[in-house]
């Protein structure tokens, strides 16, 4: 097998001088005190993945776990160390969240794929199966800004499902919409992990989907690496500090 991502005591710092980052965190370093005007979200994590194996990611809330996600998917820079990532992400993250509200669902579908890289000509072949698993075919001419937050989800989850690269990070996204639908959603992601043809990265507060799926699991606590080992090894550690 070959490397197809490999990271080197990655770290990465938010502060009020750098304007990535959300809002929150912004707040968060504007009430600090001025001798301490830098955050870790990310610091000394390091681990190596090869081509076809599903890299579970888990710790507590706030340790990191997205913010590597972001690293990997080229949405923040790091600040320490390197990343090197041997193909193109793309990203099962916040579903719904990159939609233009004023557009309608067609019109979003192919904008989305489009800022994933694919052609319009790629975004259109796959344009029926989008529209046929979403089961939203009598709302798609609608503006997005009158769907619910559960058609939001469901269409970004298609778009996700049916629009993808050889690498894929999902964020918390293994069953969307209602049960039907998160039955249908949760066959679907299981054809994509298992799929030898691509590399995939979770992060999940679900550890029995992460002991399922994942060949290896990575551990973060409060930004800091903390163990990389198979799956019931590292779950167990974990659990015992919960």
């Given at each position: 097998?070959?490397?197809?991502?490999?990271?080197?005591?990655?770290?990465?710092?938010?502060?009020?001088?750098?304007?990535?980052?959300?809002?929150?965190?912004?707040?968060?370093?504007?009430?600090?005190?001025?001798?301490?005007?830098?955050?870790?979200?990310?610091?000394?994590?390091?681990?190596?993945?090869?081509?076809?194996?599903?890299?579970?990611?888990?710790?507590?809330?706030?340790?990191?776990k997205s913010t590597l996600l972001r690293i990997i998917g080229g949405i923040y820079k790091a600040d320490e160390g390197q990343i090197i990532v041997n193909?193109?992400?793309?990203?099962?993250?916040?579903?719904?969240?990159?939609?233009?509200?004023?557009?309608?669902?067609?019109?979003?579908?192919?904008?989305?794929?489009?800022?994933?890289?694919?052609?319009?000509?790629?975004?259109?072949?796959?344009?029926?199966?989008?529209?046929?698993?979403?089961?939203?075919?009598?709302?798609?001419?609608?503006?997005?800004?009158?769907?619910?937050?559960?058609?939001?989800?469901?269409?970004g989850f298609s778009i996700a499902a049916y629009l993808n690269k050889e690498i894929m990070l999902i964020d918390e996204v293994l069953g969307v919409g209602?049960?039907?639908?998160?039955?249908?959603?949760?066959?679907?992601?299981?054809?994509?992990?298992?799929?030898?043809?691509?590399?995939?990265?979770?992060?999940?507060?679900?550890?029995?989907?992460?002991?399922?799926?994942?060949?290896?699991?990575?551990?973060?606590?409060?930004?800091?690496?903390?163990?990389?080992?198979?799956?019931?090894?590292?779950?167990?550690?974990?659990?015992?500090?919960?």
């Amino acid at each position: 097998m070959s490397t197809i991502i490999k990271a080197e005591n990655l770290g990465i710092n938010f502060s009020i001088s750098k304007s990535r980052g959300s809002f929150k965190v912004f707040l968060k370093q504007l009430f600090k005190k001025k001798d301490n005007k830098m955050f870790w979200a990310l610091r000394n994590v390091s681990f190596e993945i090869q081509k076809g194996e599903i890299l579970g990611v888990v710790g507590a809330n706030g340790s990191g776990k997205s913010t590597l996600l972001r690293i990997i998917g080229g949405i923040y820079k790091a600040d320490e160390g390197q990343i090197i990532v041997n193909g193109t992400p793309s990203a099962l993250l916040s579903l719904g969240t990159g939609f233009r509200p004023e557009l309608s669902g067609l019109e979003n579908i192919l904008l989305n794929g489009i800022m994933l890289g694919f052609t319009e000509s790629d975004v259109r072949a796959q344009m029926d199966n989008i529209i046929d698993f979403s089961e939203l075919d009598r709302f798609i001419h609608e503006p997005v800004k009158n769907y619910s937050s559960g058609m939001k989800a469901r269409l970004g989850f298609s778009i996700a499902a049916y629009l993808n690269k050889e690498i894929m990070l999902i964020d918390e996204v293994l069953g969307v919409g209602d049960r039907s639908f998160k039955r249908k959603s949760q066959k679907k992601m299981t054809e994509l992990i298992e799929d030898k043809s691509k590399t995939v990265i979770i992060v999940s507060h679900n550890l029995d989907s992460i002991r399922e799926y994942a060949t290896k699991v990575l551990w973060i606590d409060k930004s800091k690496f903390m163990m990389l080992d198979e799956p019931d090894k590292v779950i167990e550690a974990y659990i015992k500090t919960q």
